[in-house]
């Protein structure tokens, strides 16, 4: 596989059988880890023979790599800053919206940690990507507020919101990778990262996380498992 979350592939001969797989493969992980899963279950859950699916992947790993590749682009689109004027409304805007994208995206989410576990090319991409679509955007609201008066320098700035940003999606993978988790998991890992985020950064006053719109997504993520 070359592709690493790039532009959707271009159409050839086959392709809707190779979505019809990645399909199959998706509803297979909404209840089994990816370890439990064979290209036997593969083949069954699409309708198809097992030289069927071989001809287009040799193992559940390049399928999980693929069905990865497929989504993420569309994934890391859904990331909304709202427009932040200020830090502590950019990182309040931006801790709800990852989480959203959890809830919308959980088993591609998931199974994109495990890759990123043991695959550098992988890993590379990724922090690449979340280096371009989060840390510098926050890099450039923080310097805002420091020109303004709003925020106390910080050493080293784009270390630090590195660090936050993996941070909290690490923290975030831990709390979906066994399904949808419960309303208070949710409220108090939240409150965790919202808390560390504001004492780490120095932002004034305290985090209020919105329950409610956190009970609201957590009820669209069950309607899509």
Not at 31 to 36: D, E, V
Not at 46 to 56: E, I, L, Q
Not at 162 to 180: E, K, P, S, T, Y
Request: proline share 5%.
């Amino acid at each position: 596989m070359s592709l690493r979350f790039g532009p959707p592939e271009h159409s050839y001969k086959g392709q809707v059988t190779r979505r019809r797989i990645l399909e199959a493969l998706h509803d297979l992980l909404r209840t089994s880890p990816a370890a439990r899963v064979s290209v036997a279950d593969v083949a069954q859950q699409a309708g198809m023979k097992r030289s069927s699916v071989y001809n287009h992947f040799r193992t559940v790993d390049e399928m999980c790599l693929a069905l990865v590749d497929r989504s993420l682009s569309a994934v890391f689109a859904g990331f909304d800053r709202a427009d932040a004027t200020n830090l502590s409304t950019y990182f309040s805007s931006a801790l709800m919206s990852t989480f959203r994208l959890w809830a919308l995206h959980r088993v591609v989410l998931v199974i994109a940690f495990e890759i990123y576990a043991r695959d550098r090319a992988f890993a590379r991409a990724w922090d690449e990507r979340v280096t371009r679509e989060w840390t510098e955007p926050a890099l450039g609201v923080y310097q805002a507020d420091v020109t303004a008066g709003r925020l106390s320098p910080l050493p080293d700035p784009r270390g630090l919101l590195n660090l936050l940003a993996f941070n909290i999606q690490h923290q975030l993978h831990r709390l979906w990778r066994d399904g949808v988790p419960s309303p208070q998991d949710c409220h108090r890992e939240l409150e965790l990262c919202a808390t560390a985020s504001w004492r780490l950064l120095g932002l004034p006053g305290d985090p209020v996380l919105d329950r409610a719109a956190v009970d609201e997504i957590l009820a669209l993520a069950r309607t899509k498992d």
